[in-house]
C-alpha cells in the first residue's frame, strides 16, 4: 500500500512542451522533497518544501516550479521541455526533526 | 553544505561472502548518516540510519554501518550476502533538523555472484 502516490508512472513529452509530475504524500510528514536521477547525475535533490513553503532549491532552471496546493500535496511543473531533462523524478517526504526521507516509486519521463 | 562520495562505482562479490561498501561525508557539524537501496526500477528504501549514540547501527537484512567520526566515514558492512542483496546502494547526509533534505553520493552497484 503505497504511502507517497507518484503520477503517471511513464511518460513521454515532446520537446518544448509542458508536463506536470504529480506526487501526494499519505505519511502525515510535513516535509516534501523533489529528486531527479539520471545516468549523467545519479541522484540529484531538486526542492525542499516545509509546511507548503520552499525551504531549499538546488535547481538552477525556473523551468521546474513546484507547486504545493494542500499540505500532502507537492506537484513538480517542468516547462520547455528538452531532451535532457529526461529522467527518473522521484518525490519523498520527512518529519521534522527525523531526517528520515521516504521516497515514491518516481515518474520516468522521456522527452523526444 | 554536505556531500558524499562513495568511491565504488560497482562492486561484485560472491554469495556468502562478506561486504563493505565505502562512504565519506563532507559536512561541518554533526551529520545525520543514512544507507538506502535501490532494486531496479524502483523507488529507494531505507536500510539503516544513524543520528547519535553507539556508532554502530543495526539496519534490515542483516545489513549495519560504522560512524567514524575522524574519518568522516559511514561503510556499510554485512556478514555474508545473498543473490538477493544485488542492487544499488545509496550513502546519503543530512544536517539532520530543519528538513534538511539528505544529500546522497553516486551510489555503488552490487552484484552478487551465485
Known amino acids: 500500500d503505497p504511502k507517497i502516490i507518484q503520477k503517471p508512472k511513464y511518460l513521454v513529452a515532446v520537446t518544448g512542451s509542458e508536463k506536470i509530475l504529480i506526487c501526494e504524500q499519505y505519511l502525515g510528514h510535513n516535509a516534501m522533497y523533489w529528486y531527479r536521477q539520471s545516468a549523467k547525475k545519479p541522484l540529484e535533490f531538486m526542492f525542499s518544501y516545509s509546511y507548503q513553503k520552499l525551504m531549499d532549491n538546488q535547481t538552477a532552471s525556473s523551468r521546474f516550479q513546484p507547486q504545493s496546493s494542500k499540505k500532502n500535496h507537492l506537484d513538480l511543473q517542468i516547462t520547455a521541455l528538452k531532451p535532457d531533462d529526461s529522467a527518473t523524478y522521484f518525490c519523498?517526504?520527512?518529519?521534522?526533526?527525523?531526517?528520515?526521507?521516504?521516497f515514491g516509486k518516481g515518474t520516468r519521463l522521456t522527452v523526444v | 553544505a554536505q556531500s558524499v562520495t562513495q568511491p565504488d562505482a560497482r562492486v561484485t562479490v560472491s554469495e556468502g561472502a562478506s561486504l563493505q561498501l565505502r562512504c565519506k561525508y563532507s559536512y561541518s557539524g554533526t551529520p545525520y548518516l543514512f544507507w538506502y537501496v535501490q532494486y531496479p526500477r524502483q523507488g529507494l528504501q531505507l536500510l539503516l540510519k544513524y543520528y547519535s549514540g553507539d556508532p554502530v547501527v543495526q539496519g534490515v537484512n542483516g545489513f549495519e554501518a560504522e560512524f567514524i567520526k575522524s574519518n568522516s566515514s559511514f561503510h556499510l558492512r554485512k556478514a555474508s550476502v545473498h543473490w538477493s542483496d544485488s542492487a544499488v546502494y545509496f550513502c546519503a547526509v543530512s544536517a539532520g533538523n530543519n528538513n534538511n533534505a539528505p544529500r546522497f553520493g553516486a551510489g555503488t552497484k552490487l552484484s552478487v555472484k551465485p
Open positions: 519523498a517526504s520527512s518529519q521534522t526533526g527525523t531526517g528520515e526521507v521516504f
